[in-house]
């Protein structure tokens, strides 16, 4: 058998990316896919990139991926855009919208948001048929003949397992802005991977400690923009855009 680390949403993070990638390591798991927003919110994307391209086997894009190489009026987005160079801007622009492969017998599909785009959010409490409709094909992820078993995805930065009439729909958390716990998450799947053969395989949600207060203070002494509510999501997983 074989796992898979699937990482997500590290937001320019530095401290939380070492240490999720140490905790895979210490598992000896060779197969690393990222499921995208590697920049923004944090001080650091284009260290994250790098290391995202050292280690990572398939990157796929996310939403931040996507429009921070694009021209903008934000002040805030401009911060976040001028450590970037040519070549990493290339790179996001580069990446692919989702992944497929069986694991198993299960045949499984990997994307950022939703089918639909980067950009359409599904919530772990919205409707079953807006959560069903994350098995759909669409443009964005090819017409396949098989519909996937499993899907897992990122973008809303809360891990969960959900099983949805004989489907399983898993969201892996954030690694650098989760917003439910204030450690690090990342998801492992074990099984037979490349087999169509029905066999066992897990799903497995971890959760790992990173030093808070040294992504704060990396963030601080780059004068980072929007300080304050980046601070407030990462010492409380609470999102910035919850109103009292």
């Avoid at 260290?47 to 429009?67: A, H, P, S, T």
């Avoid at 990493?88 to 069986?102: A, G, N, R, V």
Wanted: hydrophobic letters at 35%; one cysteine or more.
């Amino acid at each position: 058998m074989e796992r898979i680390a699937i990482i997500s949403d590290i937001h320019g993070n530095i401290p939380a990316l070492k240490s999720v990638l140490q905790d895979i390591q210490e598992k000896h798991i060779q197969r690393i896919i990222c499921l995208g927003d590697l920049v923004g919110k944090g001080p650091d994307s284009e260290l994250v990139i790098d290391l995202i391209r050292e280690e990572c086997e398939i990157v796929i894009k996310g939403n931040w991926d996507d429009f921070i190489t694009k021209d903008t009026e934000f002040e805030t987005l401009k911060w976040h855009q001028k450590n970037l160079t040519n070549d990493h801007c290339l790179f996001l622009e580069s990446l692919p919208f989702s992944h497929e492969f069986y694991m198993s017998g299960k045949f499984i599909r990997l994307f950022h948001a939703s089918p639909h785009s980067v950009y359409t959010r599904i919530q772990p409490w919205d409707s079953v048929e807006k959560r069903l409709s994350m098995f759909e094909d669409t443009e964005h992820t090819g017409f396949n003949k098989n519909t996937p078993d499993i899907v897992g995805y990122g973008d809303v930065h809360q891990a969960f397992i959900q099983h949805l009439l004989g489907k399983t729909l898993f969201n892996v958390g954030s690694v650098g802005n989760p917003l439910d716990l204030t450690t690090a998450s990342y998801t492992i799947l074990e099984g037979e991977y490349q087999s169509k053969v029905e066999s066992s395989m897990s799903i497995q949600c971890v959760r790992v400690p990173y030093d808070i207060e040294l992504a704060i203070h990396i963030a601080k002494d780059k004068k980072m923009p929007d300080l304050l509510p980046y601070i407030q999501e990462l010492t409380t997983a609470k999102y910035r855009g919850i109103k009292e």
